[in-house]
């Protein structure tokens, strides 16, 4: 098979072809390597990518094991870029930050850690914003990511390099992590999957906090469902050593399978939109989306347009404790050092001073009221199966700007407020998933957020995998080619205002 075959292969059917010797690990490596040699320059959504000769002795060692009848696992040979949060043993983790600019871990994240085990190889790291602070994915130590259908468009973020290179086939599958939005967004932005799985699903990797810190949680990205959800598996299951993790090994997820009409029909779906006009919205995302939920009508569910029974003004004055809170946790002891606080980005420095001014009783009352609306959600999701909502308040924006100031003249008064839309099953710990749902007339994408039961994580990609049946269209659309005329993205951070 020569690379575009190898590169277009979906990953179960890469991870089929591997393992019956069809072809080598050294030509899967081969083939991706050329596609990131070819496209990443004009994207910048693979970083500190490992040296070729390295990355082929690994493959040959793959093959090797694959020839004594030893394969370890669904990923054996896959090339794996890994999210620039996760620590990566030997290779450059830098968090998008020039304190960490030539941090190198001596071991892997829990997440990684699992991934290798299943077969995969780490060739480098995906681009992120710094810290992973926003949903746009630019940083002074590798500068911005290009969006895949149009570089010089925003990528999203936090998971933006991850979703870029998926899109354009530069790796088989693509890990992330989620806070706001941070599966959900980029996946929209680049016509693929992002899952964020349930609290606990996937255990948070030891050390540092295991009890608080439980608003971000790992996840996968894929281009199909049946992928998305072999990856998850990979990642999930039970470690002591997270001890708010789920008690399941996630065998059960590797193949969910497709729900069936007689599943589907009565299926109630709740959408959401814009939260009953409380949400600004770019023209057309609403409607992209209300045509994707046609299609689940045509598969026999019930959708019903749904008020929030909660106030999404005091559901972001909730947000913004908790996040404010979470981010100085883990960001103060650099702000303290006058020799760092300056390499901090000024959003970061904010989030910071915001929470140095919280109060224990600050705490208190967001933790309360966090837990008040979850049991508001149970609520809903007492009448319906699962919520919809759009993944995205705005469409892939310039690539130039930091951050929408505004939507449809409502001023952005935070770097943040323009992802408001992602936060509900965050604060909730509920599984969602976004799904591709359709391009605008610039042929930007979008997607919609799929919000299921707690827990519920299995049946969410059921009704997942039914919709991909009817979104083939959509999916068999490719990238444009990526001209020469459109600006290579830069290496550096050139581009920070």
């Keep these: ?79 794996m870029a890994i999210k620039d949060l996760a620590a990566t043993a030997g290779v450059r983790t830098t968090l998008g930050s020039p304190l960490f600019a030539q941090q190198v871990p001596l071991q892997d994240s829990l997440m990684v850690a699992r991934m290798k085990a299943a077969g995969g190889i780490v060739i480098g790291k995906t681009n992120v914003p710094e810290f992973g602070l926003g949903s ?35 790796q ?13 967004n980029p996946a929209a932005f680049n016509n693929v999957f992002g899952l964020r799985p349930s609290a606990g699903r996937i255990p948070q990797s030891p050390p540092g906090d295991q009890y608080i810190q439980q608003l971000s949680t790992d996840g996968p990205m894929a281009r199909r469902v049946r992928d998305l959800a072999r990856l998850l598996a990979v990642q999930a299951g039970r470690d002591d050593r997270s001890p708010l993790s789920i008690a399941d090994d996630g065998s059960s997820l590797a193949e969910p399978g497709i729900a069936d009409r007689a599943e589907l029909r009565g299926c109630r779906i709740g959408w959401l939109g814009n939260l009953g006009g409380y949400l600004p919205m770019e023209p057309g995302i609403l409607s992209v989306c209300e045509a994707g939920l046609q299609r689940f009508v045509d598969l026999g569910c019930v959708v019903e347009p749904l008020a929030p029974n909660f106030s999404p003004a005091e559901l972001w004055q909730t947000w913004l404790a908790w996040r404010r809170w979470l981010v100085t946790a883990r960001l103060v002891v650099h702000y303290r050092d006058p020799a760092k606080r ?39 999701l007492s009448r319906f199966d699962m919520l919809v909502l ?13 951050w929408p100031r505004a939507i449809n003249g409502v001023e952005m008064d935070t770097y943040h407020r323009w992802m408001e839309v992602v936060i509900p099953a965050t604060l909730a710990g509920l599984p969602a998933i976004s799904v591709p749902v359709g391009f605008s007339d610039q042929g930007l994408p979008m997607g919609m957020q ?34 020469a005329t459109i600006p290579q993205m830069p290496s550096t951070g050139s581009f920070r205002q």
């Design 136 to 170: 746009h994915s630019y940083n002074p130590v590798f500068g911005r990511t290009g969006n895949a259908w149009n570089p010089s468009r925003a990528a999203g973020g936090s998971s933006g390099g991850a979703a870029v290179s998926l899109a354009l086939r530069m």
């Design 342 to 380: 300056h390499l901090l980005k000024p959003e970061a420095r904010w989030e910071i001073e915001q929470g140095l001014a919280m109060s224990a009783a600050d705490v208190c009352a967001a933790s309360q009221a966090r837990s008040d609306f979850y049991q508001q959600m149970l609520v809903l």
């Design 450 to 483: 799929l919000i299921g039961r707690p827990l519920a994580d299995r049946a969410l990609l059921r009704w997942a995998a039914a919709y991909e049946t009817t979104i083939g269209e959509l999916l068999a659309r490719e990238p444009p080619g990526l001209e």
């Design 172 to 184: 088989p599958v693509a890990d992330g992590s989620d806070m706001m939005g941070s599966l959900r």
């Design 1 to 79: 098979m020569n690379e575009e075959t190898l590169t277009r292969l979906d990953a179960c059917a890469l991870s089929e072809t591997i393992r019956a010797r069809d072809v080598s690990c050294r030509a899967v490596m081969d083939a991706y390597l050329d596609r990131i040699e070819a496209l990443n320059p004009r994207v910048n959504a693979v970083v500190s990518l490992q040296p070729r000769e390295l990355l082929l002795d690994q493959a040959d060692t793959c093959d090797a094991t694959l020839a004594r009848g030893e394969p370890t696992g669904w990923m054996h040979g896959f090339p």
């Design 390 to 402: 759009p993944s995205a308040q705005v469409w892939p924006f310039e690539i130039g700007i930091d």
